[in-house]
Each structure stands twice: as C-alpha cells, then as structure tokens.
C-alpha cells in the first residue's frame, strides 16, 4: 500500500480534518506505543499501520 491510499482511506473513514488529529493523537499499542506518525516517520509500512488504524477504529472486516 502507498502513503497516499493510507492517507485516502484514513480520510474516507475519518473525514480530511479528523483523519490527520486521529493519527497525530491517538497511541496505538500494535505501533509498539506510538502514535501512526510517529510509526510512519520510523520506517512502519503504510499497510502495517493502516491495520493497526482499523483495529483502533474497530473497523469491521469489509471495511480494511
């Protein structure tokens, strides 16, 4: 997965505004603690945090 579908889809589920605070702000346990910028700025695949967004959104299977 690109950086650009991450970020389209954090959007689509999020809205553009909401999207962008959520992944500044919220510490996800499966990015080892951080938040998805700050796994994102370490090296962490787009996929592997999108996977780890949809956990902490509880989005459902058919949503991933």
């Not at 650009?4 to 603690?33: K, N």
């Amino acid at each position: 997965m690109r950086l650009t579908e991450f970020w389209q889809r954090m959007e689509h589920h999020l809205g553009p505004g909401y999207a962008d605070s959520w992944a500044r702000d919220q510490v996800i346990g499966a990015l080892g603690g951080h938040t998805v910028y700050e796994a994102l700025e370490a090296g962490q695949d787009p996929k592997g945090g999108w996977g780890a967004g949809c956990d902490g959104l509880e989005l459902p299977a058919r949503e991933r």
